[in-house]
């Protein structure tokens, strides 16, 4: 039987956020950060051209990797073996992550920027059953992410992550460290969800309710903000002032707010 003709090269798709990786002092130290162990289950998300999945399958023995790109995926499954490689043809963020977490998972990934946001959302539901997550992001995206009360980039995504997540900006990546060269630095952050024994008992629809308006309308004060939520009363008796505004509230202040309103709704 004939051999089949080599692929055609693979070029690079804006709408599947293709940065690829080509520095391997970047690679070592994310693996290194990652530090992949044989026996735990590992998901990649985007392989991509496999920059990560070699190392991390050198290290593990086998991973399993989400990618959208048939193209990609096709060359992946040349180039490692099923025993290596369990990949998962689709969209991460359609995925039902609940069938994949049989074991506790550790997810990684250098994550397309355009769906980079919804898919850390998207993840929240599972944290349960996640060890650890180590993504690179925009840079910016992670500064919001890590950023405290009070600051700038301190926002919905601060609050919701780190009410879940114990989150570590790790270090900064170059654009020339990648192919194409994106139009931003990019960081690597380690997210590690807090055991579900230190959260505090709270509906997790009510906390997401709260933090979305107080920061929907950034400039109005917590007693406009939240108006149709709760009432300048019911703000204080949180011990929150009312004229404050949501960009200098801790997560513990979001979550006395929540159990506020839960007090209100019995
Ligand atoms: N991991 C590779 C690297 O570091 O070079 C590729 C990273 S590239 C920034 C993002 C990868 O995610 C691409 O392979 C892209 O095809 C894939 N991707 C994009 N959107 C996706 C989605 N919704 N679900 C799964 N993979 C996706």
Redesign the pocket.
């Known amino acids: 039987m004939a051999a089949a003709p080599p692929r055609a090269p693979h070029r690079a798709?804006k709408r599947?956020?293709?940065?690829?990786?080509h520095d391997h002092g970047v690679v070592a130290r994310i693996v290194d950060a990652i530090d992949p162990r044989p026996g735990q289950a590992i998901v990649e998300?985007?392989?991509?051209?496999a920059?990560?999945t070699g190392a991390l399958i050198q290290r593990a023995g086998h991973i399993r990797a989400?990618?959208?790109?048939r193209d990609?995926a096709a060359a992946l499954r040349d180039r490692f073996p099923a025993n290596d490689l369990t990949l998962i043809e689709t969209?991460?963020?359609k995925i039902d992550w609940s069938i994949h977490a049989t074991l506790p998972l550790r997810i990684v990934?250098?994550?397309?920027y355009n769906?980079s946001t919804p898919l850390l959302f998207a993840l929240l539901p599972i944290a349960e059953h996640v060890i650890d997550q180590h993504f690179m992001l925009q840079k910016e995206v992670v500064d919001r992410m890590v950023a405290a009360p009070g600051s700038k980039t301190y926002g919905r995504l601060s609050v919701m992550l780190q009410f879940r997540y114990r989150l570590v900006k790790l270090f900064d990546v170059p654009r020339g460290a990648f192919t194409p060269a994106p139009q931003v630095t990019s960081s690597v952050v380690r997210m590690q969800p807090h055991a579900v024994t230190e959260l505090p008992e709270i509906d997790a629809d009510s906390f997401a309710r709260v933090v979305a308006a107080a920061f929907g309308q950034r400039r109005k004060t917590l007693r406009n903000a939240l108006a149709p939520l709760l009432a300048a009363d019911d703000i204080a008796a949180a011990g929150v002032d009312p004229q404050a505004r949501a960009e200098t509230l801790s997560v513990q202040s979001f979550v006395d707010l929540t159990r506020r309103l839960a007090a209100k709704t019995i």
């Open positions: 798709r599947f956020g293709q940065n690829f990786l998300i985007g392989p991509g051209r920059a990560l989400i990618e959208i790109d990609l969209d991460a963020l990934g250098n994550l397309p769906i």
